[in-house]
């Protein structure tokens, strides 16, 4: 069965006899790692055992990357093993990661062409007492490179007849990685994400080191970290590291007043308020655009499209959108000052208008009827788009949510000429 430990960041593992020394040289290197010193021991342990997989998952942001590389730092250090450690951020061929496989763990300039020539090179260069581990963070994008790397790489103890450890390090659980292939059980370690205090805690470390000259008292430190970075920041599901980062600029601010005293934490929170409604707004926007970005084309240029047609009038559609000039003259409006059009705020819209605007905007101008609504169903369940018809027998009229400033990010990201097609701009 697959062994599976699910850890706490304290927890603990019980020391091998006879080997004191490399022990408390090991917990001595983790407790560096601020609320990860006992996760880095757990995998230590058990590399030391030699199983041929390890598999450790989390969710994103709980430190990953570098309990691996703290873990490979300890076992450089302690042991004799040979290790790769591996980033498939930046591998997008086959070819590049034979090569880092081969140049961290064999110290060989020899590139094989494929999997079976890495074998034979094990064989050949490592000895058989050695025993070797291969780190490999994002594991889940080794099945894009080949389909069968991933199940030849936790089988390379099997095929190369060696002491070889493969440690896949991924957000996603181990079911899905393999995809039914055989493969041996492996170990499973699950990182859990940061709690409340440990998250005050590494935000008080960093405050700490960045400002260890100005002597401030622990209080003050654990008021600002507590109360005016995670209490703000934390119900817009920002990460770990954007409050680190905003801890840091935004401290200085904290005790920029001439009282710097746990009696006076309620002036000086008074004080940074401005800079923290500021700095809120910013990330706000910062990760609603990111999340746009993930978007596909099609869904992002409709977004696009949505705006223009819930802000510019439909009678002007021909004029901004059809590829023809139109022979229609121009009649002069005699009425009186034109409010603008967004300041009336965004007007409904039908998919066939939609999709006339998505034609003039883009150059080949075709997109399937049945992509149109999935991308438009999609925007409407991210609060994108709004149905405005609840009636199933009358055409479907949507409007479009996002600002302007929303919209002119997505339409340069997408290759669209926004200001030309937008009225009155």
Known sequence: ??????????????????????????????????????????????????????????????????????????????????????????????????????????????????????????????????????????????NELNSALFATLCKLNELSNKKITTVTVSTCPWDILHLNIPLLKPMIITVPSYTRNEMIQILKQNIVEQFETLNIADGIIDSFCSTCIYDTFIPYSVSLREMIKAAVELFPEYIKGGDISEKNVIEMYQNIQPALKERSSQLCSVIQNKSLLDLPYNSRVLLVCGYLASHNPARLDRRFFCKAKSSKRKVKSRGGPALHEILKGPKTFTVERLIAIFSGVTQDGTIPCADVMSSISTLVSRGLMVRMSLDLLEQPKYKCLINKDTAKTLSKESGVDFESYLFNH
């Open 1 to 142: 069965m697959t062994q599976r430990r699910h850890l706490s960041s304290e927890g603990s593992c019980t020391a091998k006899k006879g080997k004191p020394n490399t022990r408390n040289c090991s917990e001595k290197e983790s407790e560096q790692v601020c609320c990860r010193s006992g996760v880095i021991n757990e995998i230590v342990a058990i590399l030391k055992l030699k199983p041929p997989v390890l598999h450790i998952t989390g969710p994103m942001g709980v430190g990953k990357s570098l309990i691996v590389s703290k873990s490979a730092e300890i076992l450089r250090e302690t042991t004799n093993m040979r290790l790769a450690v591996i980033d498939m951020e930046g591998i997008v061929k086959v070819h590049n990661f034979y090569h880092e496989l081969v140049s961290q763990l064999l110290q060989n300039d020899s590139i094989p062409d494929n999997m079976a020539s890495f074998v034979r090179l094990l064989v050949n260069l490592i000895p058989s007492t050695c025993h070797c581990i291969i780190f490999v963070k994002g594991a889940h994008k080794l």
